[in-house]
């Protein structure tokens, strides 16, 4: 018995969901103004808002309804009083809540809001809106240990940010904000934390940084940088990978339906592991998954109950893999099947259903309201009967409307919906637009839409011209919803037709027209073709269409667009493709598109090489056998026949014209048409007498003309159009000009040019002026009044009628000058610097002219200070455009201005208006003209100044103001002091001696204090002995120069440092050292004096400061020690010197024994020969040979520091010589003479250092005694 009355009641609300389904609240807002309607919320702010904390919080609640509906709200479940809240209000015809912060904290409105909004008809109310403030708390303290790794282990850098509303956007960076490069070997989790699957040295840096960025209120918070250190002491061990995270082989995740789904695994290992994921309960969902993070994040958009089931991600590199599982489930909040509960539009005794069904994991819970009351507390109504979730209306009576709310809910959300039972009674609407007008292709569906609402629901029914019967039959089909078909449309059918729509309550009805078209077809379709390089094709696509359709032809190439190439020229029906190339070649479709239908063709074009050999190019020969035809009053056909090409296509054909009539024996343009194309129709002019002519064009150059065709003449005709360019001004007050661009002799279409010139004024209804003209493009109109707009109209006109009614022009009569000046000039003070001047528009009438703008005369007479003198400097601002006031920017304080306005045209200016005398305020003065320092003693000094040349107002005081300035520049403490404004020096006692001050000193007027004068200056040691601004001045010499350094204690910039040579008379030499404590004097020479001394200059190069002269002492630059033995160079030259002399031994020894062994003293004194002499080393010639006991150093020689030679005991052996000393023998073979080498006494700057070295006397020496 219970299953029957189950299935009767699912019959009965099947029934009545049929019943109900065509009956809707209308869409058309002109309807909805008419009906009476229960609220309906338009607009709510969401479940979870957050809020900006800096910002006034507006809770949104929009509702309509008619009447329309008020509002009111509920906090934390209780009504919520606004009007006792001073920070809370009400936005007008609204119900819209708006917080102003300002005078409240922001958390004090974290609450739950509820809004109702009700009328007579029932009441909507909003989800609840749960409020929150956005926060961005700050990172907590912490200290930041240094990490210290060894290379090739796994790190993990925490990033732990604060818990914020919403959660941060976490990234990690550098100091430099460039954000840390990312691999599968270094990436960032989920939570933010930064991994290593292993460490490499290059990852030590000290710039770790994890950055938090919180979305709402746009800030971003750091961590403390964190510092990695990787050690490669005891680098790691290759290992297979282990999962950082998740940990263990096995994890679960519950995600929601509709949500993201994120899981991540992290693995470390060395070598880097990569990490792969499947599902092991079925495949992937492919276009909603997305791999992040270098494959260690699945994600899976818009999660559903089918991405349940187990997830595995694989970590592997070459040593092995792991492997780890992740159980996904899925849950739901609430969610609408087939859509949310619609609202109920019911006549009378009708009957209805409210169906609120939803799903979700676990499954949701449904209730009921109605007018914002659980329906279990709502009164009874007998027409009403709640079946969980679904409530059924039956015989329902005027004055039952009301909104029913559906809550569906489980553990993670809730759906809340308003839906109104509006109880109506209505007569018939009709809301298709009357008389719309439908468009079908022939044998195509037409379809005729007869959209209503009433109440009951209307009935639908359709005629056909005369109205003789219903269209219910074939070849018509008619909806549910008041649509007529016809399933094959033919021209037949187009006509008008007839909607009625109709209930107990009344009639309406609609007319609708219907036009059946003609399809598009494509007649003659592209073809196949084959073509050479560089040779010409056509496609060709001529098509058929309702001549009512506008037509528009498209080419594609291999489906897609044409290329962007001037070699492809598209027209009505072909398409030409010029200078074919290989890249030519493919598949080229013809679209011919309406508003209504399309038709397409497609053909193919291959390309070949050309099967001639190169040969040379040549321009083509001229075009042949011109031929006019199909005749007309402006146009004729041309035909001719090409010429050669020589080996390059024709790319398109010249038409040139003669005009013997106007022009003769002059050739113009006239038209240009494709290579393709042998064929031109030529519009023409009339009265001309026309021969044309044709040349071709190829890659090379036109050809040479045709022979010209047979003369053509057109007949004269009235003037196709009127001369441009009409306008009118004046050169005089009393006249007008009126000119225009006249028509040339090919326009003028007929004998007679001449022109009929037209005016009127604008403002007065008066007839037109007519008078003509001829050969000329102007007209001069006297008389006329001033400036005074005119209608103007130039006509050309011919021996066989005028052209057509010319256009009118505008235009003014001449200008003159104005005759008024501005009204009511005004002076509005802004500042001492700055006034705005106002004026009354000149009328227009009293300007005469074209308005061009207004010019201030301004000048400033004197000054209202007693001690500035008067004058006069005249300034003209000019101020474009209609304006009635501007600023007069740049004035003197504290003067006596006077100004006048004129208004200028384009003739010139206006009178002025009468002058205006106004004075500027106090401002703030300028700078003391000087400030001098006198007297400077142990501990005081004087300032003398002098007032400011711009005062600007009133001198009220002055304010001086002091610091001392320390070695490194560095400012101390300000003393201030204040100064009447009769006095001009100060005297300062209590000062640091030998310190350097720095005073600063303005003037101040009631305005403020004006610009400050500066000035340094140092108290003396001592009242007897001035200090010098040069302190510690030193020096040292090294091997690059000299250094001196110094303190300055001056104030001037330009320091000098001079120097010469000590009690000389030389000038003094300068070198400027600005700025620095110390210089490198190079360039002195040693074993000298010098005097230094430092000088600082004013601006004119005059000397301030004199430091005291320091005498500096400049060492001899000795020689270089160097070990001369052990250099490479010298054991070379020692060789070569020990082999060269040794081979003279040898020489001397054959010599010796071939002339017997004689003592070389007995062979000397034998001699008697007195033109014998010894050979000097002046003149080459032997001097003295000394055998005498005293060891006489021989000459050349080297002689030792002590002065003396060492001697071997033979009196015979070979004397020490230096590069290559002379010698003789005897005649018997004995050595005489004396061995010289150069001079060993000259003086260098290395005698000093010299060191006895290895001489090669002692060697020379051991061998002549051998010999």
């Not at 904290?105 to 956005?134: F, L, P, W």
């Not at 509960?341 to 449904?366: D, F, I, M, Y």
């Not at 109506?424 to 009357?434: D, F, G, K, M, Y």
């Not at 696509?541 to 309702?546: A, F, N």
Request: aromatic share 8%; with cysteine.
């Amino acid at each position: 018995m219970m299953e029957r009355r189950r299935m009767d009641a699912a019959l009965l609300v099947l029934f009545l969901v049929h019943r109900a389904a065509t009956l809707e609240v209308p869409l058309d807002p002109k309807v909805l103004e008419g009906l009476p309607q229960p609220p309906t919320i338009t607009h709510q702010s969401p479940k979870d808002y957050i809020i900006d904390p800096r910002e006034n919080i507006i809770i949104h609640c929009e509702a309509k309804g008619k009447p329309p509906p008020s509002f009111s709200w509920t906090r934390n479940g209780t009504h919520f009083d606004i009007d006792e809240d001073p920070n809370v209000t009400l936005k007008p015809h609204s119900g819209t809540l708006v917080v102003d912060i300002s005078r409240a904290k922001a958390e004090h409105y974290e609450c739950v809001y509820q809004c109702t909004a009700r009328n007579k008809h029932g009441t909507a109310v909003s989800n609840n809106i749960v409020v929150q403030q956005s926060r961005s708390p700050l990172w907590s303290k912490e200290k930041v240990k240094a990490l210290v790794v060894q290379e090739g282990v796994s790190l993990v850098l925490p990033c732990r940010p604060p818990a914020g509303l919403p959660p941060p956007i976490i990234f990690w960076m550098d100091n430099n904000f460039r954000r840390l490069p990312q691999s599968s070997r270094v990436s960032q989790s989920l939570n933010g934390d930064l991994y290593f699957s292993n460490v490499l040295r290059e990852d030590s840096r000290n710039d770790y940084i994890c950055y938090a960025r919180f979305p709402y209120t746009q800030t971003i918070q750091q961590k403390q940088p964190i510092t990695v250190r990787v050690l490669n002491q005891e680098p790691a061990d290759e290992r297979k990978p282990t999962f950082l995270i998740p940990s263990g082989p096995t994890s679960s995740k519950m995600v929601l339906r509709g949500q993201v789904l994120e899981m991540e695994c992290i693995a470390e290992g060395l070598l880097t592991p990569d990490v792969s994921w499947t599902k092991v309960s079925g495949d992937l969902p492919a276009k909603r998954t997305s791999f992040l993070h270098y494959q260690k994040t699945l994600r899976i958009v818009d999660a559903s109950e089918s991405d349940a089931g187990d997830y595995r991600c694989t970590a592997r590199n070459r040593l092995g893999s792991v492997h780890h599982t992740i159980h996904v489930t899925v849950k739901a909040a609430p969610y609408w099947i087939g859509g949310a509960p619609r609202n109920l539009v019911l006549a009378p005794g009708e009957s209805g259903v409210l169906t609120c069904r939803a799903s979700g994991t676990p499954k949701p819970s449904v209730s009921w309201a109605m007018n914002g009351i659980p329906i279990e507390n709502s009164p009874k109504d007998l027409s009403r009967k709640v079946e969980d979730d679904t409530i059924i209306f039956t015989d329902v009576q005027t004055g039952s409307s009301a909104v029913y709310q559906c809550n569906v809910s489980n553990d993670y959300g809730y759906l809340l919906s308003n839906a109104f039972v509006n109880v109506l009674s209505e007569t018939p609407r009709v809301l298709t637009p009357a008389n719309k007008v439908y468009q079908v292709i022939k044998n195509h569906q037409a379809l005729l839409d007869c959209a209503s609402f009433g109440s009951p629901i209307p009935k639908i029914t359709w005629f056909k011209d005369s109205r003789s019967s219903t269209l219910d039959g074939d070849p018509y089909i008619l909806h549910d919803n008041g649509t007529l078909e016809i399933h094959v449309a033919q021209a037949r059918n187009s006509g008008k037709y007839t909607c009625v729509a109709r209930n107990i309550l009344g009639i309406n009805e609609n007319h609708i027209y219907l036009e059946v078209k003609d399809p598009t077809r494509i007649l003659k379709q592209p073809e196949y073709k084959v073509v050479q390089m560089g040779r010409s094709v056509v496609f060709e696509c001529k098509v058929k269409h309702d001549p009512s359709l506008i037509p528009t032809m498209t080419w594609l190439k291999d489906d897609g667009e044409l290329p962007d190439d001037e070699r492809l020229i598209v027209d009505s029906d072909s398409l030409t493709i010029t200078d074919v190339t290989e890249n030519d070649a493919g598949v080229y479709t013809c679209v011919m598109n309406t508003t209504l239908d399309h038709d397409s063709a497609s053909a193919e074009l291959t390309v070949v090489e050309a099967t001639t050999p190169a040969v040379g190019y040549e321009r083509p020969d001229p075009p042949t056998d011109l031929e006019l035809t199909d005749q007309k009053k402006r146009g004729v056909q041309l035909t001719w026949i090409p010429g050669d090409e020589h080996n390059s296509p024709i790319q398109k054909f010249l038409i040139q014209y003669q005009d013997s009539l106007h022009h003769r024996g002059h050739w113009h343009n006239l038209t240009e048409v494709p290579g393709t194309r042998t064929t031109a129709h030529l519009k023409l002019s009339p009265h001309v007498h026309y021969t044309f002519r044709v040349l071709a064009l190829n890659a090379v150059d036109f050809s040479r003309p045709s022979f010209p065709s047979r003369g053509f003449k057109t007949e004269p005709a009235a003037p196709d159009e009127n001369p441009t360019g009409v306008q009118g001004f004046g050169t005089e007050h009393d006249n007008l000009v009126i000119s225009w661009k006249p028509l040339s002799g090919l326009q003028s279409n007929g004998p007679g040019l001449h022109y009929r010139v037209m005016w009127r004024q604008k403002v007065v209804d008066s007839d037109w002026t007519t008078v003509t003209v001829a050969n000329n493009s102007k007209f001069v109109v006297s008389g006329t009044p001033t400036f005074v707009p005119y209608e103007l109209k130039v006509q050309a006109v011919n021996d066989y009628g005028a052209g057509p009614e010319p256009a009118v022009a505008h235009g003014y009569s001449g200008e003159d000058l104005p005759v008024a000046a501005p009204d009511h000039v005004q002076v509005m003070l802004i500042n001492s610097t700055l006034a705005e001047v106002h004026w009354d528009p000149v009328p227009s009438k009293l300007i005469r002219g074209h308005l061009k703008g207004y010019k201030v005369y301004y000048w400033r007479k004197h000054s209202l200070h007693k001690h500035n003198p008067d004058l006069v400097e005249n300034q003209i601002l000019t101020f474009s455009g209609n304006h009635t006031h501007r600023k007069l920017p740049g004035l003197h304080p504290f003067s006596v201005y006077s100004l006048n306005v004129r208004v200028y045209n384009g003739k010139g200016e206006g009178p002025p208006s009468p002058d205006l005398q106004f004075n500027t305020p106090e401002g703030v003065p300028g700078a003391p003209t000087s400030l001098v320092v006198t007297n400077p003693n142990l501990d005081s000094l004087t300032l003398e100044w002098s007032p400011p040349h711009d005062r600007n107002g009133r001198i009220t005081g002055y304010t001086l103001k002091y610091q001392p300035v320390n070695n490194s520049n560095e400012l101390g403490p300000v003393e201030e002091l204040a100064l009447p404004a009769n006095e001009t020096s100060v005297t300062l006692p209590n000062l640091k001696y030998s310190t350097r001050y720095k005073f600063y000193l303005n003037a101040k007027t009631v305005r403020g204090a004006g610009v400050a004068i500066s000035q340094e200056a140092v108290t003396v040691i001592d009242e007897a002995q001035p200090v010098s601004a040069f302190r510690n001045i030193s020096s040292l010499s090294g091997e690059d120069g000299t250094l001196i350094s110094w303190e300055y204690w001056g104030p001037e910039q330009n320091v000098y440092v001079k120097y010469r040579v000590q009690n000389s008379e030389e000038e003094w030499q300068e070198k400027l050292v600005n700025g620095t404590q110390n210089v490198m004097l190079k360039g002195l020479k040693g074993g000298l004096s010098y005097s230094v001394r430092l000088v600082a200059k004013d601006h004119h190069d005059q000397p301030l400061h004199l430091s005291k002269e320091l005498v500096v002492s400049v060492p001899a630059v000795a020689s270089r020690q160097v070990d001369i033995a052990t250099q490479g160079w010298f054991i070379g030259l020692m060789c070569a010197i020990a082999l060269l002399i040794l081979i003279l031994l040898i020489i001397c020894f054959i010599q010796r024994n071939k002339g017997g062994k004689y003592p070389v003293k007995e062979k000397e004194d034998a001699h008697t020969d007195p033109e014998f002499q010894p050979m000097k080393d002046e003149d080459c010639t032997f001097g003295e040979y000394s055998d005498n006991e005293d060891h006489k150093p021989l000459k050349g020689s080297r002689t030792p520091s002590n002065g003396t030679v060492k001697r071997d005991d033979s009196d015979d052996s070979l004397v020490d010589y230096g590069e290559g000393g002379d010698g003789q023998f005897n005649e018997d073979g004995s050595f005489i003479g004396q061995y010289s080498g150069k001079s060993a006494s000259r003086e260098t700057a290395e005698g000093h250092e010299s060191s006895e070295a290895p001489s090669p006397i002692n060697t020379m020496n051991s061998l002549n005694s051998f010999v």
